[in-house]
Nanobody, 132 residues
């Protein structure tokens, strides 16, 4: 059974940094595109960043581009998302998900932007609150 568990959220002041973790079990991480998504209060869930197998391709939504880094540690079956210069609009619940298989005929960015989560995809997530 595939399971992804998010952690690392918290209350941070604007301008601070956080590193979120997504630890996977039941799959070989490097054979999949893994994505981070978030749901802001009162809004639909949106993509934040995705990483392909082999770390060959990384995609960042414009909202976090330039101040975030997605990475993975296959030995720990974990994908990380670091966001720097956090803003109040980064507040929300962050989730990770298996976006697709790797390699894939589709690009990582296309898969990330068009990802429609099957029923039961989202776990508990990790809460990020940016406030002074």
């Amino acid at each position: 059974q595939v399971q992804l568990v998010e952690s690392g959220g918290g209350l941070v002041q604007p301008g601070g940094s956080l590193r979120l973790s997504c630890t996977a079990s039941g799959l070989t991480l490097n054979y999949h595109v893994i994505g981070w998504f978030r749901r802001a209060p009162g809004k639909e869930i949106e993509e934040v960043s995705c990483i392909s197998g082999g770390d060959t391709t990384k995609y960042y939504a414009i909202s976090v581009a330039g101040r975030s880094t997605i990475s993975r540690d296959n030995a720990k079956s974990t994908v990380y998302l670091q966001i720097d210069n956090l803003k109040p609009e980064d507040t929300g619940t962050y989730y990770c998900a298996v976006v697709g298989d790797f390699p894939n005929v589709r690009t990582t960015s296309a898969m990330c932007r068009s990802f429609v989560a099957p029923s039961g995809t989202w776990g508990r997530g990790t809460q990020v609150t940016i406030s002074s």
